[in-house]
């Protein structure tokens, strides 16, 4: 059992992290947010060829637009000119791959594809809560989920972690931990619910529900990333935020989270 040692730089980063969050969350319109969101499109890409030792700009600068491209037509854009550009972007990653292919670094194109939806597509989740009604403290509330978990995980599975959740992957993650986590995010989603009205028009089943779903895919988000770095040989993302790693380190888990979040949240207020 590991006592948590406090670490003043991450948790100053962490505020700042999480005020430039809710900051843009209720002074941006729809538009000005997927810029925010087109931000984090464009560094995790870029972070995830640093991952694999991949960083100069001829191998990720053609991916990051298109992960932009497919995030935009997503969130705004109908089905069909989704499904078209989401074609038209494989299209020209093949292109790009088979016009550049060299043997060592064939790997490009499972990466050059996984970034585009990785990031992309799912990062564009957010866009499409804010735009559900009460969007903004909908996306608010998956922040604090997730803030919630990995706090509690952290702290939890350092003062009471005795079994390993996955070392392969993750060797300071803990069962107890987890557990910690999960019941304390599910937590405090609850008590919010009580003091903001806007939350109320979800049953309490369906809060949980949504609550919960959305707690496991964030861990699920969190160890997923973990694969992403092992494969590549990378403790972090990156080194943009202080204390935390990179933005993919401070992201992880709202990448697989939010499009849970989503579908339950529409189906809740139907």
Known sequence: MEKPNFDPKRFIFGIIFGIIIILSIFLLNIYEFFIVSAVMTALSVYEIYSIFDLPEYKYFILPELLAILTSFSFAFLKSGAFIFILFFSVFLIFLKNVLTFKKDFGKTLFIDLFSI??????????????????????????????????????????????????????????????????????????????????????????????????????????????????????????????????????????????????????????
């Open 117 to 270: 939806i990785y990031t992309g597509f799912l990062i564009s989740f957010l866009v499409k809560i804010f735009e559900i009604p009460g969007g903004r403290l909908l996306i608010l509330l998956l922040f604090i989920l997730v803030w919630a978990s990995d706090i509690f995980a952290y702290y939890g599975g350092r003062h009471f972690g005795k079994h390993k959740l996955i070392p392969s992957l993750s060797p300071k993650k803990t069962v107890e931990g987890a557990v910690i986590g999960f019941l304390a995010a599910v937590f405090t989603a609850l008590i919010f619910r009580i003091f903001i009205k806007e939350y109320q028009q979800f049953t309490v089943i369906s809060f949980i529900i949504l609550s919960s779903i959305a707690v496991i895919a964030g861990m699920y988000g969190d160890l997923t990333e973990s694969l992403i770095k092992r494969m590549g040989g990378k403790k972090d993302s990156g080194t943009l935020i202080p204390g935390h790693g990179g933005i993919l380190d401070r992201i992880d888990s709202l990448i697989l989270a939010a499009p849970f979040f989503y579908y339950i949240s529409v189906f809740c207020l139907k």
